[in-house]
């Protein structure tokens, strides 16, 4: 019987290890971001091509609605950044440009405290031409 209950709690303490060592390792996937989109919208297409045009729209819409939190450069150290918690997101990240148009576009229509629902701040196509200017960031950030 000893053996039984030795077993039992060997079993536990190497499933409790094994837990707290994947809660390690997706926080350093996306430092504090548990917030997924549902696979249906990860999957959504953009359907504004990422051209000049799209980007330069984006951009506008990004200096008015996204720019005092995320940054000029998309770095989450825009002068509104200084009292949110948790702190914007570097846009030009591996972790947010991993991430499909389709979830970028689910995350930037519904929100999350401390950043608002854009669903109704802006337009779909409006939505989708940010994504397609802050998809610059990144590229910016690896010349």
Not at 44 to 60: E, M, V, W
Not at 102 to 107: D, P, R, S, T
Request: proline share 6%.
């Amino acid at each position: 019987m000893k053996m039984k209950r030795s077993w039992c709690v060997l079993a536990l303490a190497a499933a409790c290890s094994l837990a707290a060592s994947a809660v390690v390792v997706s926080a350093q996937d996306a430092p504090g971001d548990d917030w997924t989109a549902p696979a249906r919208a990860a999957k959504k297409k953009n359907p504004i091509p990422a051209d000049d045009k799209s980007i330069a729209a984006g951009k506008q819409v990004y200096v008015k609605q996204c720019q005092s939190c995320h940054g000029e450069s998309g770095k989450g150290d825009g002068p509104g950044a200084k009292d949110i918690t948790p702190k914007p997101r570097d846009l030009g990240a591996q972790h947010v440009t991993d991430q499909t148009d389709g979830a970028l576009f689910w995350k930037i229509t519904e929100g999350q405290k401390p950043m608002p629902s854009f669903e109704k701040l802006t337009s779909e196509d409006e939505r989708w031409e940010v994504i397609d200017f802050i998809r610059t960031f990144a590229k910016a950030s690896n010349k």
